[in-house]
């Protein structure tokens, strides 16, 4: 097997990535504090607008401006953290 599996190794900021547990992107460390934020009210955002009756999806979403977001969130605001893991629970 690789080299870099049998060594005990520190973690290196700038190549090795992380997988978002939401999306399932991969992505460099130091953005996915930044990326899992944003992901997280996305997914909360595409289940709360789905069971409204508006249609956007993930992608919609994803390319939007933070301030879209924002605005859409001020609109449907979450009730709290747990809410938002039950919501994606359910997809
Ligand atoms: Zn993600």
Redesign the pocket.
């Known amino acids: 097997m690789a080299k870099a599996e049998r060594e005990p190794r520190v973690l290196d900021l700038e190549h090795d990535r992380i997988q978002?547990p939401?999306?399932g992107?991969w992505m460099k460390i130091p953005m996915f504090d930044l990326?899992?934020g944003r992901?997280l009210d996305i997914a909360y955002l595409v289940s709360v607008a789905k069971k409204r009756g508006e249609e956007f999806t993930r992608e919609d979403l994803e390319n939007c401006k933070q301030e879209v977001i924002d605005k859409l969130l001020a609109k449907y605001p979450p009730k709290g953290i747990e809410s938002v893991d039950s919501l994606w629970k359910k997809q």
């Open positions: 978002c939401l999306c992107r990326h899992y992901c």
